[in-house]
């Protein structure tokens, strides 16, 4: 008999039709209800066992995350909540899970600590709903750019260039970590180095992106990206993935527009897609939220916000008219921030949540960057001091998109590689760019577990990505 997955079990017409489920067991109540879930939806197929016709040592062995094969006919379901429900004829344990060892009880754990158990914890609703979500989001975004004449490029992982020269790399290389080859001058001899050269895993994939984007038009890479900044929060990733779309044509105006359309199109198609897992992501927060203050608590539910961004504008400003409002805030003026608001410093997270959280409450676009905080490739204004930049900030996260439009003048480019002492040998490639037939182009980097926070309403980006690498962490 072909076994029936439990989403599609639950289209059916209950009509006594014999069927065959397998999975792994939620809950087991009065030796007589199991709770059964096959990963293919959030809702769990409750089976009534006839404990009097199981042999008692069969009985022993339901225990939670016991994997099953059960057979047995499909009834409408006596409970609420459920549409069918399964009538076991035939029960057979797959795989035991010991009740005296199992880590995970059905009982409420902390997300930290099913962290630890990262082998375990996409058996629970609350990670198994976002790894689902986590896969209809990347089939998302494929689809848009694929629908939208868009071409996926596969940047390199292993690179020799620092592309937002950052210098937050780490570094690939076979040498003898012990007795490394050495150069007449004491140095380690890279050439000696598999590639003959000093390589690191990639920062991002723009470089490369743009050199599609000036052959095929339009491109967008996909993929992992690697960062060594020692940052402990929760927003941030050793090891995330980066969405890069790349436009020949386009300026800061058409970049901003894409951006915004893309984002309402995900997350739009969440919402239809996932509708059962983000209930129950919904539900969840209100739980949670329950015993906290009325200001500690979200201004809106999971699915209120996601209906809220997708339906409204986002607010665009220049970083100047950001530091004005910022100046004028009552956080500001009562000595509340952290950090100083000044033209010329960087935006810090707390300034951006004021932005979307207290004053806009929206996604907010900031555009027009002092260019001095921000990466050597972006076009420089006429005003001679800001970088047409745009960074995309949500409610709950902060910054989700960097993007720009690039500087596709030889000669400005060349000035600021200079200023800031990028070096040239590793850049050729992209500088030739700007020799042969050079054109306007923009385009930007979307973090993908950051987008994972703000559809999930999850606090920490370690619990929307499987495996999550960090400082110091790289278990599993
Ligand atoms: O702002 P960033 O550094 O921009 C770039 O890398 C550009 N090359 C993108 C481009 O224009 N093609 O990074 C882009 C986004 C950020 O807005 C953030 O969402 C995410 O990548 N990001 C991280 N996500 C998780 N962990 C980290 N350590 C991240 N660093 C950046
Ligand atoms: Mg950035």
Do not use: C
Request: proline fraction near 5%; charge should be negative.
């Amino acid at each position: 008999m072909k076994r029936t997955e439990i989403k599609q079990l639950f289209l059916l017409e209950p009509q006594n039709q014999e069927v065959l489920v397998k999975g792994w067991v939620r809950t087991f109540r009065a030796n007589r209800f199991i709770a059964l879930n096959d990963g293919s939806t959030i809702n769990n197929l409750q089976v009534v066992v006839d404990f009097e016709q199981l042999d008692e040592s069969l009985l022993k062995r339901i225990n939670t995350s016991a994997a099953l094969s059960i057979t047995g006919t499909l009834v409408p379901s006596q409970g609420k909540g459920q549409s069918v429900e399964v009538v076991a004829t035939e029960v057979e344990v797959l795989g035991d899970a010991d009740p005296a060892e199992y880590p995970i009880q059905p009982k409420k754990h902390s997300l930290e600590f099913l962290r630890e158990k990262a082998h375990l914890r996409m058996r629970t609703s609350t990670f198994s709903a976002v790894f689902r979500i986590r896969h209809t989001m990347a089939y998302a975004i494929h689809h848009y750019f694929h629908t939208n004449g868009f071409f996926y490029m596969h940047s390199p992982i292993v690179t020799g260039s620092d592309a937002e020269g950052a210098g937050e790399m780490f570094r690939v290389s076979t040498l003898d970590p012990v007795n490394p080859p050495m150069t007449e001058d004491g140095n380690v001899d890279w050439k000696e180095d598999f590639f003959g050269k000093e390589t690191n895993l990639t920062v991002s994939g723009q470089l490369e992106a743009e050199v599609g984007a000036m052959s095929l038009g339009k491109v967008y890479t996909f993929g992992p990206t690697f960062r060594a900044e020692n940052s402990n929060t929760t927003r941030h990733l050793a090891e995330f993935w980066m969405i890069e779309p790349e436009v020949a044509f386009i300026d800061l105006e058409g970049n901003m527009d894409l951006a915004e359309d893309f984002l309402k199109f995900v997350i739009s198609f969440i919402m239809e897609h996932n509708a059962d897992d983000l209930a129950f992501l919904d539900n969840r927060i209100q739980q949670e939220e329950k015993n906290m203050k009325q200001a500690d608590r979200r201004p809106m539910g999971l699915m209120e916000t996601l209906k809220f961004v997708v339906e409204n504008e986002f607010e665009r400003i220049t970083y100047t008219e950001a530091i004005n409002i910022l100046r004028n805030s009552k956080p500001y003026k009562k000595g509340k921030f952290e950090y100083d608001v000044e033209w010329g410093k960087d935006l810090q997270s707390e300034h951006e949540r004021y932005l979307v959280e207290k004053k806009f409450l929206k996604p907010v676009i900031v555009t027009d960057y002092p260019r001095d905080i921000k990466a050597f490739y972006m076009k420089q204004n006429p005003d001679d001091k800001t970088v047409a930049a745009m960074d995309i900030l949500f409610p709950g996260i902060g910054e989700v998109v960097g993007g720009s439009q690039r500087e596709e003048s030889l000669e400005k480019l060349m000035n600021r590689v200079h200023e800031m002492e990028i070096p040239e040998e590793d850049l050729w490639w992209y500088l030739e760019l700007r020799k042969y037939g050079t054109a306007p182009h923009a385009g930007f980097g979307l973090g993908f577990e950051r987008l994972m926070l703000f559809v999930t309403g999850m606090g920490n980006i370690r619990d929307v990505i499987p495996f999550p690498r960090a400082p110091k962490s790289a278990d599993f």
